[in-house]
């Protein structure tokens, strides 16, 4: 069984930094996906980043790039999303997801992309304070 478990959300000031961790167990699968997503209150939950298996393909949306960057680390399972910069329209619950398969994103205006993903945690409130 996959299981999902984000940790790191918490409370920070505009300006500042936080890291997302998404600890992963279960996988079966040869290639994968990883997603960050967030939903804010009243919001569509949307896709932030997405990692594929050793790294090959990473994405952002644009709003969050040069701020915002995933990363695995290569002797477990786990995956981070170094945010900075953080500014308050990033306040949300940040969500961790997986599916089988590498899931190569590019582009702007992506949707949908919540229903490509099978797996997921739990979700870590992030608060920006102006």
């Known amino acids: 069984e996959v299981q999902l478990v984000e940790s790191g959300g918490g409370l920070v000031q505009a300006g500042g930094s936080l890291r997302l961790s998404c600890e992963a167990s279960?996988?079966?699968?040869?290639?994968?996906?990883i997603g960050w997503f967030r939903q804010a209150p009243g919001n569509e939950r949307e896709v932030v980043s997405t990692?594929?298996?050793?790294?090959?393909?990473?994405y952002y949306i644009d709003s969050v790039k040069g701020r915002f960057t995933v990363s695995k680390d290569n002797t477990k399972n786990t995956f981070f999303l170094q945010m900075s910069r953080l500014k308050p329209e990033d306040a949300a619950v940040y969500y961790c997801?997986?599916?089988?398969?590498?899931?190569?994103?590019?582009?702007?205006?992506?949707?949908?992309?919540?229903?490509?993903?099978?797996?997921w945690g739990q979700g870590t409130q992030v608060t920006v304070s102006s």
């Open positions: 997801a997986a599916r089988s398969g590498r899931l190569n994103l590019s582009g702007s205006g992506i949707t949908g992309v919540r229903n490509l993903f099978d797996y």
């Open positions: 990692i594929t298996t050793g790294s090959r393909n990473t």
């Open positions: 279960g996988f079966t699968f040869a290639d994968y996906t």
